[in-house]
């Protein structure tokens, strides 16, 4: 079982910066992918970025790169989402996914979300 919870969500102005954390409670981080997937209202949940245990392969929807780097610091049990030049469209709840599959970028196939963080940019 992994306990994910995200911080770092918040009102930002169009153009502005923000980074998300995420902690999960496992004795195994290391073992696991981790992903952030965001909702907005009225929307389905849909793939962010995603980071393979060792860091060193990382996946992003097309919408984001560029923008968002994805990181993790495998001896806090953390994973980070920075983003930048952030648009309106970034408006959404953004969750903290884990799971021992990697590369997973469907939602319903990952097995631990956390409770989500709102980010909110404003135009």
């Known amino acids: 079982q992994v306990q994910l919870v995200e911080s770092g969500g918040g009102l930002v102005q169009a153009g502005g910066s923000l980074r998300l954390s995420c902690a999960a409670s496992?004795?195994?981080?290391?073992?696991?992918?981790m992903g952030w997937f965001r909702q907005a209202p009225g929307k389905a949940r849909e793939f962010v970025a995603g980071?393979?245990?060792?860091?060193?392969?990382?996946y992003y929807a097309d919408s984001v790169k560029g923008r968002f780097t994805i990181s993790r610091d495998n001896a806090k049990n953390t994973v980070y989402l920075q983003m930048s030049s952030l648009k309106p469209d970034d408006t959404a709840v953004y969750y903290c996914?884990?799971?021992?599959?990697?590369?997973?970028?469907?939602?319903?196939?990952?097995?631990?979300w956390g409770q989500g963080t709102q980010v909110t940019v404003s135009s």
């Open positions: 996914a884990a799971d021992r599959v990697p590369a997973i970028t469907t939602p319903t196939d990952i097995h631990y």
């Open positions: 496992t004795r195994t981080f290391v073992i696991y992918y």
């Open positions: 980071i393979n245990w060792s860091g060193v392969s990382t």
